[in-house]
């Protein structure tokens, strides 16, 4: 895996992992929950950053052990 610039996407990255917040909170009934959704965000940003595919992601939620 190829590590990012710390918090750096570009539009495209921003808009595919904006999406996959938006879906998964959906999914994991977080939508309306800012906290959660916060902490998700970190998350998914944090994936990002180790360089984790946007793809591979879910999967890698689904067995983290953070609860959001």
Same mark, same amino acid.
């Given at each position: 895996m190829t590590r990012t610039q710390w918090g750096v996407a570009n539009p495209d990255q921003l808009a595919e992992l904006s999406k996959l917040i938006? =879906?998964?909170?959906? =999914?994991?009934?977080?939508n309306g929950d800012k906290a959660a959704r916060d902490r998700l965000a970190a998350r998914v940003m944090d994936l990002f950053n180790e360089g984790v595919k946007p793809e591979d992601m879910k999967r890698r939620l689904d067995s983290s052990p953070t609860s959001f």
């Open positions: 938006e =879906d998964y909170a959906i =999914d994991m009934g977080i």
